[in-house]
């Protein structure tokens, strides 16, 4: 026996009047009460919008070119060019982002950029991503704020992160930025500082004349800060500890160099935490962070207020995403 349920039919009823909707041919629909008609599929409204260039972001970001030498292969004149070139970077700027990374355990890699526009100083925070396991990272959007670089901006900003990237980080590398290893400490990340930055400003301080005051003393701090940061022995990395204490005092040893030499020696675990923790493939430089700066530079030298140049800086980092870092 084949039983069949009665199910009582709904039909959708006009917006307007609430009764029913009758064909008015193809694409049209009409109320029976009030006879008003609509479309059953509307168009947009409003004339078609023009297509966007984009040809010039990728020419400029991707290829090297400058928009005056997109201009001179166009019968456009200059002016356009910019006009249209400025509307298509505002737009691209305004639009969502959706950073992918895979990994369980992610490191972020930060650096900073400074400028003045009308005596005011603004400063660019620049972050960038890397997988435990990958040899590349991938440049999240820079942040623009007034002033000089702080440990107190960086916290909000990294506060800010994506949930699905901060709660994979693990480890932070940056140079030697004060109060940065609170926050760090607080997130219960592990932190890297830049062997770059170090040995640069010793580098410095080194002497390049015979004639220099304390010359050798500086030849000696310099090769044993080298050595402290790659040796793997504790017994030679204690008898380089106390030679670079007793340099440290000697009257011929600069007053930068001392003071350097000695926030080395309080935070020698944080050069040394790439060997500390191997699996995580601890970058020792920020030279990646370098690179993708150098780069914005680059592009953004003609800027003339903050804005442009925040703009410029995240159409660089979205474009030129990808670095690699050994």
């Given amino acids: 026996m084949v039983l069949f ?7 959708e009823k006009s ?12 694409k049209r629909r009409q109320c029976s ?13 409003g004339r078609k919008p023009s297509r966007q260039q984009k040809n010039y972001l990728r020419k400029v970001f991707c290829q090297s070119f400058t928009v005056k030498q997109i201009a001179s292969n166009s019968t456009l004149s200059v002016g356009a060019i910019y006009k249209r070139f400025n509307n298509n970077l505002i737009s691209a700027v305004n639009q969502r982002r959706i950073i992918r990374i895979k990994g369980r355990k992610l490191i972020l890699i930060i650096d ?3 400028q003045y526009f009308n005596k005011e100083l603004w400063t660019l925070y620049c972050l960038s991503i890397k997988s435990c396991g990958g040899k590349s990272v991938i440049l999240l959007d820079p942040i623009l704020r007034a002033g000089k670089e702080n440990s107190t901006a960086w916290n909000q900003i990294i506060n800010g992160l994506p949930v699905g990237i901060k709660n994979r980080v693990v480890a932070l590398v940056s140079d030697g930025i004060r109060g940065i290893e609170t926050v760090a400490a607080d997130k219960g990340w592990i932190i890297q500082r830049c062997h770059f930055h170090l040995l640069s400003w010793l580098q410095k301080m080194r002497g390049k004349r015979a004639s220099t005051p304390g010359r050798l003393i500086r030849e000696k701090i310099y090769c044993s800060v080298k050595l402290a940061l790659t040796e793997t022995s504790n017994r030679k990395l ?41 699996d995580l493939h601890l970058p020792t430089t920020t030279n990646v962070m370098e690179s993708a700066n150098s780069l914005i530079r680059r592009k953004a030298r003609t800027v003339s207020s903050p804005e442009s140049w925040h703009n410029w800086a995240k159409a660089t980092a979205r474009f030129k995403s990808k670095f690699t870092c050994k």
């Avoid at 009047?17 to 008015?24: D, L």
């Avoid at 009460?33 to 409204?45: D, E, I, L, N, Y």
């Avoid at 440290?248 to 500390?276: G, I, S, W």
């Fill in 33 to 45: 009460a009030c006879k008003k008609t609509w479309r059953v599929h509307p168009a947009k409204r």
């Fill in 238 to 278: 204690n008898i380089f500890c106390r030679r670079l204490a007793v340099l440290a005092k000697n009257y011929q040893c600069p007053q930068k160099m001392r003071m350097t030499v000695r926030d080395f020696l309080r935070r020698l675990p944080e050069f040394r935490n790439y060997l500390k923790y191997p």
């Fill in 112 to 114: 900073a950029l400074w």
């Fill in 5 to 11: 349920s009665c199910m009582k039919l709904l039909h």
């Fill in 15 to 26: 917006k307007c009047c609430g009764a029913k909707i009758i064909r008015f041919g193809g």
